[in-house]
Structure formats: structure tokens, C-alpha cells
């Protein structure tokens, strides 16, 4: 099997988690609930759990690709249980909506470890972005544990290209570091098309990514209403666009903040590899369903084990900092 993607150890980083216990509590963008995270530190290895506590019982469910359940206009997380109950499909359990912010929140600040429990079907919106929960954990603190940090490393192209022949793919290639190549198409005169190509790291991604706010269209949100979606959207959590001006009285953040939001859900998308990337991701006009299908293509791709053929290869492969296991 050619190899496409290990995972490798880090010798110069340690993971890390959160110092202390912080609250979050607000209204779900998309519920128009109100809804309440306490984010606990976690122990090295342990990854990004999250367990819906408002449940009897509770479930617990790890931030993986595998556990992805929606990706209409949000990512969703629940546990897939098997099995039918009076012959009608049993719906994904202890499903929590909105992730993507708050799990870009996490990898810009660069926590590998937390323990994340939800009182509410959705992630809070608090003001669209990743800024509040990035902040936050600044304020709080960040531990560093003894545990170096783990990295999934692209050696071959890995690409996702839509079925239906609209121009909507998505590819990682090898890098030496995390980039991202965005490309966005919309038919409006203010977010229209545009491209943004940056080298994204937790020094950067304060002030060019996690400030930029999700966004919606006038036009839609009686159709959404419907659909029960953005049944939480406003002015104070997204920025709203008629068909020619944004409603928000205090204007963009960024003169690309719509871009830069694309952005800022990909690195939340891609983080529920539960590593870091090595690479460069090109994507184009993509949004959470195609971000998820990348990571579950990569994550099958690390599904094999790395045999040397001889003493020097098993030599050379620990030199380079990478595991001999690379199965996850």
C-alpha cells in the first residue's frame, strides 16, 4: 500500500490543555436555544471529548470525522448507533450542532487535550466567530503536559472532488507546515468571488482568522426559518447581508471576513482528524460536507502500519520523528 499520510511526533512541541475550568453559555445559531459548555482540562492523548451532560445517561462522544452526523450549513457530532427500533433508523445520539468554531477556537490556541461538557444541543454562538473561546483560554491559561505533540504528516496528494461536476473540490498536498489555499465563489456584489493563501499558525491565527464572523443572506432566512436552521442568527452572532450592503452597524472586521470565516470553519473541520496537519490544504468554493469527506479520506490513509525493510529504514524513519505504528 503506497504511503499517503503517517503520523509523526513532534521532538520540539509538548500537548497541551487548558489550565482551568471555563463556562461558556449563550443561544445556538442554529437551535435558537440557549445552551451552556464547560470546558475542563484534560490528561495527555485524550483529545478533544465532548459529553452531552444534560442527557440521563450522558454520552460521550470524541471529536473525530467518524462521529460527524449533519453538515448542513454547520458540522454536527453524535454517536452513529447501529440497529433500528420498531423499524425506523436510530438517529445519531447526543448530537451537538456547531462545532467547527469552538474546535478552531481549540487549534489556534494550540489545546490538543479538553474535556468539553454541553448542556444544550449547540455549541453557543457567542458573536459568530472564534475570538471569544480563543481569548478565553488565553485568559484562563494553557498548560503544557509531558506528552510530545502528534502531527498527521501528508506525503502524497489526497484529493476529494464533488460528484456533481460544480467546481467544488478539495485536496491536501505535502508541506512542511499547515497552509491553506481558499477559493470562494458567491453571487453577491460584496462577497463575490475571492482567493486567500496563508501559512496558518497559532502566532497568526489570533489576528487574521479567529475575529472573522459566519455570515448569512437576507433572502434566505425565511427558507432556513422553515428548515430549522439560523432560528438563533442575529446581528451580535453573524454578520447579515441584504442585496447590496451588510446590516451589522459596525461594518466588517476585515475587508475579507467572509473569506476569512470559510477559513476558520476548515481548520475547525479539519481538527476533527484529532491532529494537527502538515500540509497544504487547496480547497475550493468547499463547505462542511466536503471539509468532512477530506478528513475521513485522510483518516483512512493512516489506516495501515509502517514495516522497515531493514535496520537502516527503521533507523531513518525514528530520525525523522516519525512513529513506526501509524495506525491511530
Not at 506528552?147 to 484529493?159: G, N, Q, S
Not at 447579515?240 to 466588517?252: A, H, R
Request: charged share 30%; glycine share 8%.
Amino acid at each position: 500500500m503506497e504511503t499517503y499520510a503517517i503520523l509523526t511526533e513532534e521532538q520540539r512541541e509538548f500537548q497541551c490543555t487548558v489550565s482551568n475550568v471555563l463556562y461558556f453559555k449563550g443561544v445556538g445559531l442554529h437551535t435558537g436555544r440557549e445552551s451552556s459548555i464547560i470546558i475542563k482540562p484534560a490528561k495527555e492523548g485524550s483529545g478533544i471529548t465532548f459529553i452531552r451532560k444534560d442527557l440521563n445517561p450522558c454520552v460521550i462522544i470524541k471529536a473525530k470525522a467518524d462521529n460527524v452526523c449533519s453538515t448542513m450549513l454547520r458540522t454536527s457530532i453524535g454517536l452513529k448507533n447501529a440497529g433500528k427500533v420498531e423499524n425506523k433508523a436510530v438517529s445519531p445520539l447526543g448530537c451537538i450542532s456547531t462545532v467547527e468554531h469552538l474546535m478552531s477556537a481549540l487549534w489556534g490556541a494550540g489545546i490538543d487535550n479538553a474535556l468539553i461538557e454541553v448542556y444544550g444541543e449547540e455549541i453557543p454562538a457567542m458573536d459568530g466567530s472564534a475570538r471569544v473561546f480563543y481569548e478565553s483560554f488565553y485568559e484562563s491559561g494553557i498548560k503544557e503536559l509531558n506528552a510530545k505533540r502528534k502531527y498527521i504528516e501528508i506525503l502524497k496528494p489526497i484529493v476529494v472532488e464533488s460528484e456533481t461536476g460544480n467546481g467544488v473540490s478539495i485536496a491536501v498536498y505535502p508541506s512542511e507546515d499547515f497552509e491553506i489555499a481558499y477559493d470562494m465563489d458567491f453571487n453577491h456584489p460584496l462577497v463575490k468571488t475571492g482567493s486567500m493563501d496563508i501559512k496558518v499558525d497559532k502566532f497568526n491565527f489570533y489576528e487574521e482568522i479567529s475575529k472573522a464572523r459566519t455570515f448569512g443572506f437576507l433572502k434566505d432566512v425565511e427558507y432556513l426559518k422553515k428548515n430549522g436552521l439560523a432560528l438563533g442568527g442575529s446581528l451580535d452572532n453573524a454578520l447579515v447581508l441584504d442585496e447590496t450592503s451588510v446590516l451589522n452597524k459596525e461594518g466588517l472586521r476585515y475587508k475579507d471576513e467572509f473569506i476569512r470565516h470559510k477559513v476558520l470553519d476548515l481548520i475547525g473541520d479539519l481538527y476533527l482528524s484529532g491532529y494537527r496537519i502538515k500540509g497544504r490544504v487547496l480547497a475550493k468554493k468547499t463547505g462542511h460536507d466536503m471539509n468532512s469527506k477530506i478528513v475521513k479520506k485522510i483518516e483512512e490513509y493512516l489506516n495501515f502500519k509502517f514495516i522497515a525493510k531493514d535496520k537502516k529504514e527503521e533507523n531513518d524513519f525514528i530520525t525523522a520523528g516519525k512513529v513506526a505504528t501509524v495506525f491511530a
